[in-house]
Nanobody, 125 residues
Framework: QVQLVESGGGLVQAGGSVRLSCAAS????????MGWFRQAPGKERVFLAAISWNGGSTDYADSAKGRFTISRDNAKNTVFLQMNSLKPEDTALYFC??????????????????WGQGTQVTVSS
């Protein structure tokens, strides 16, 4: 089992930045690839970014490319999502997830084995 806890969300003005964190506990963090997803009200959960177990591979959705950066610190059992140039349409509940196929950078939510509870990001115009 892996427990994931997201933090760092809140209210931010358009054009601003937020850094989300996801702290993992339980099984060895470095065995997992990690991903970030978001879900806006009334919409499906969508992929944003993923990172392999050692950070050697990353992948981004088009909506995240150039604005968001995923990174991880295996010594601190934490994955991050740095979000810059935020827009009102980035308002959503943001989730981190763990995939035990550690070399993966999957875009498919079904590939991920563990999920956090989410942290809300609200971008005001």
């Amino acid at each position: 089992q892996v427990q994931l806890v997201e933090s760092g969300g809140g209210l931010v003005q358009a054009g601003g930045s937020v850094r989300l964190s996801c702290a993992a506990s339980g099984r060895t963090f470095r065995w997992f690839a990690m991903g970030w997803f978001r879900q806006a009200p009334g919409k499906e959960r969508v992929f944003l970014a993923a990172i392999s177990w050692n950070g050697g591979s990353t992948d981004y959705a088009d909506s995240a490319k150039g604005r968001f950066t995923i990174s991880r610190d295996n010594a601190k059992n934490t994955v991050f999502l740095q979000m810059n140039s935020l827009k009102p349409e980035d308002t959503a509940l943001y989730f981190c997830a763990a995939d035990d196929t550690r070399f993966s950078t999957s875009r498919q939510a079904s590939q991920y084995d563990y999920w956090g509870q989410g942290t809300q990001v609200t971008v005001s115009s």
